[in-house]
């Protein structure tokens, strides 16, 4: 038997073509879309300006609880009736949320979309918000996150946030909240968070073939009962850093394992390193040929798997690494993996690292952009972030072209190593001592 000691070289980026953006002012709302020619599939999306970042201190899952009793009916029919005209159509509503927006879809053949769009707008601008259903969307919402926070994660997650942004900020809270703060939300939360933000015509997206689409009609259905100018957006968040580590340690007595999260802010989605940045931090751990899963789980066997990445929203971001480790390599796989972090910081990327990344990230644009809800999801960006309409179709290039000394670059300025903050969740009484022994930074008890 041979071994292959080498791994195969990436092939080239396949081509790749943005669709025509087309923007309409339509009934008092704004409509974005985009031409795909000969598709009979189409997409419309509402997009709100009412993400996790709209909700009250206290409230914190809000949003994920009305965008479940949304399904429960509306003014104008009950949950069965409205479900039926919903399946008569060949379509669902899908919600989502994050930080910055709330959205709500449907996908239907072409010549279904308008009948499918007064169905999403009347969900969204007349829900039926019965108290009794809106009682068990909750409850069932906060058991669901019991469940969720009694596994390994979220309260790791959860410390990591409330560290970099402080728990008192809204963003320094879980984005779908926790089960403490959905389980004290009332009927009252949910319906004056309706009226505050779902009234709002907020931008229509359209994914389909527009010579067969009236924008002008969808328009009318999607902002119909709405009423409202856009709410004030705030500018990028300036979140301090560190100017040491620090150890935060979530304990969960009898682990087998430690679940790890490190990070520190870092800057918003719209800021103009945003392409380099994601490159460097494909190079270091987002992507399995990553520098750190190569080290942690290929050279050490601490991991089957580690990430790295650059995640942003519209005011902020943040770096993260996420991994779990057997205990017993807890405190070596950490100073492994801020090793690294140091590393590519310090000496930047080779040009082979950042072919694989280019090639990777690039080739990506071309396998996931392809059907109708991928390229609304793509068109949402471009609102979100204030974006130019020619963003993705310059992207690709901007990916191909990005080189060494820039990405090195945008790793030198965005990594910070030593402002990291260390969540380890885990075994106390068995990690402590060998986590001090590292040095790494002072320890916390989460929660102290």
Same mark, same amino acid.
């Given at each position: 038997?041979?071994?292959?000691?080498?791994?195969?070289?990436?092939?080239?980026?396949?081509?790749?073509?943005?669709?025509?953006?087309?923007?309409?002012?339509?009934?008092?709302?704004?409509?974005?879309?985009?031409?795909?020619?000969?598709?009979?599939?189409?997409?419309?999306?509402?997009?709100?300006?009412?993400?996790?970042?709209?909700?009250?201190?206290?409230?914190?899952?809000?949003?994920?609880?009305?965008?479940?009793?949304?399904?429960?009916?509306?003014?104008?029919?009950?949950?069965?009736?409205?479900?039926?005209?919903?399946?008569?159509?060949?379509?669902?509503?899908?919600?989502?949320?994050?930080?910055?927006?709330?959205?709500?879809?449907?996908?239907?053949?072409?010549?279904?979309?308008?009948?499918?769009?007064?169905?999403?707008?009347?969900?969204?601008?007349?829900?039926?918000?019965?108290?009794?259903?809106?009682?068990?969307?909750?409850?069932?919402?906060?058991?669901?996150?019991?469940?969720?926070?009694?596994?390994?994660?979220?309260?790791?997650?959860?410390?990591?946030?409330?560290?970099?942004?402080?728990?008192?900020?809204?963003?320094?809270?879980?984005?779908?909240?926790?089960?403490?703060?959905?389980?004290?939300?009332?009927?009252?939360?949910?319906?004056?968070?309706?009226?505050?933000?779902?009234?709002?015509?907020?931008?229509?997206?359209?994914?389909?073939?527009?010579?067969?689409?009236?924008?002008?009609?969808?328009?009318?259905?999607?902002?119909?009962?709405?009423?409202?100018?856009?709410?004030?957006?705030?500018?990028?968040?300036?979140?301090?850093?560190?100017?040491?580590?620090?150890?935060?340690?979530?304990?969960?007595?009898?682990?087998?394992?430690?679940?790890?999260?490190?990070?520190?802010?870092?800057?918003?989605?719209?800021?103009?390193?945003?392409?380099?940045?994601?490159?460097?931090?494909?190079?270091?751990g987002g992507a399995f040929t990553s520098g750190l899963n190569h080290l942690i789980r290929?050279?050490?066997?601490?991991?089957?798997?580690?990430?790295?990445?650059?995640?942003?929203?519209?005011?902020?971001?943040?770096?993260?690494?996420?991994?779990?480790?057997?205990?017993?390599?807890?405190?070596?796989?950490?100073?492994?993996?801020?090793?690294?972090?140091?590393?590519?910081?310090?000496?930047?990327?080779?040009?082979?690292?950042?072919?694989?990344?280019?090639?990777?990230?690039?080739?990506?644009?071309?396998?996931?952009?392809?059907?109708?809800?991928?390229?609304?999801?793509?068109?949402? @960006? *471009? #609102? %979100?972030?204030?974006?130019?309409?020619?963003?993705? $179709?310059? +992207?690709?290039?901007?990916? &191909?072209?990005?080189? /060494?000394?820039?990405?090195?670059?945008?790793?030198?300025?965005?990594?910070?190593?030593?402002?990291? @903050? *260390? #969540? %380890?969740?885990?075994?106390?009484?068995?990690?402590? $001592?060998? +986590?001090?022994?590292?040095? &790494?930074?002072?320890? /916390?008890?989460?929660?102290?």
């Amino acid at each position: 038997m041979s071994l292959i000691a080498d791994r195969p070289g990436p092939g080239l980026a396949r081509p790749y073509r943005f669709p025509q953006v087309v923007r309409r002012e339509v009934a008092g709302g704004q409509v974005v879309a985009a031409h795909l020619p000969g598709q009979n599939l189409a997409v419309a999306l509402l997009l709100l300006d009412a993400g996790a970042g709209r909700e009250p201190a206290g409230r914190e899952g809000l949003g994920a609880v009305l965008a479940k009793a949304l399904e429960e009916g509306t003014t104008q029919r009950d949950a069965t009736a409205y479900a039926l005209a919903v399946e008569g159509l060949g379509t669902e509503l899908v919600t989502g949320l994050d930080w910055d927006s709330f959205q709500v879809s449907v996908q239907v053949p072409v010549d279904r979309l308008t009948a499918a769009v007064e169905l999403l707008a009347e969900a969204v601008r007349t829900p039926r918000l019965d108290p009794d259903d809106v009682r068990r969307v909750r409850d069932d919402e906060a058991t669901a996150l019991r469940m969720d926070w009694a596994n390994p994660g979220p309260r790791a997650d959860a410390a990591l946030r409330a560290d970099l942004f402080g728990a008192e900020n809204r963003w320094g809270r879980p984005m779908y909240g926790d089960p403490e703060s959905v389980a004290h939300l009332d009927i009252e939360d949910v319906t004056v968070f309706h009226s505050e933000w779902f009234l709002r015509p907020g931008t229509l997206i359209v994914a389909g073939d527009l010579e067969r689409i009236d924008l002008a009609a969808l328009g009318a259905a999607a902002f119909a009962g709405s009423g409202g100018g856009p709410a004030g957006r705030g500018g990028p968040i300036e979140v301090p850093t560190r100017a040491e580590r620090r150890i935060i340690l979530v304990d969960r007595p009898g682990s087998v394992q430690s679940t790890l999260r490190l990070g520190h802010p870092s800057v918003h989605r719209a800021h103009p390193d945003h392409v380099p940045m994601t490159l460097a931090g494909t190079v270091l751990g987002g992507a399995f040929t990553s520098g750190l899963n190569h080290l942690i789980r290929e050279v050490l066997g601490y991991t089957y798997g580690i990430r790295g990445e650059f995640a942003a929203s519209r005011r902020f971001g943040r770096f993260v690494v996420s991994s779990g480790v057997q205990t017993a390599v807890t405190a070596p796989a950490l100073v492994a993996t801020v090793g690294e972090i140091t590393r590519t910081r310090v000496e930047g990327v080779t040009a082979d690292e950042l072919a694989v990344a280019r090639a990777w990230r690039a080739g990506q644009l071309s396998v996931e952009l392809q059907s109708p809800r991928a390229i609304a999801s793509a068109l949402t @960006t *471009l #609102v %979100v972030h204030d974006l130019p309409d020619d963003y993705h $179709a310059r +992207l690709r290039e901007a990916l &191909l072209t990005a080189d /060494v000394d820039e990405v090195s670059a945008a790793a030198a300025t965005h990594l910070r190593p030593e402002s990291l @903050t *260390l #969540v %380890v969740e885990g075994d106390a009484a068995l990690i402590r $001592a060998e +986590l001090a022994a590292t040095d &790494l930074g002072e320890i /916390v008890d989460a929660g102290a």
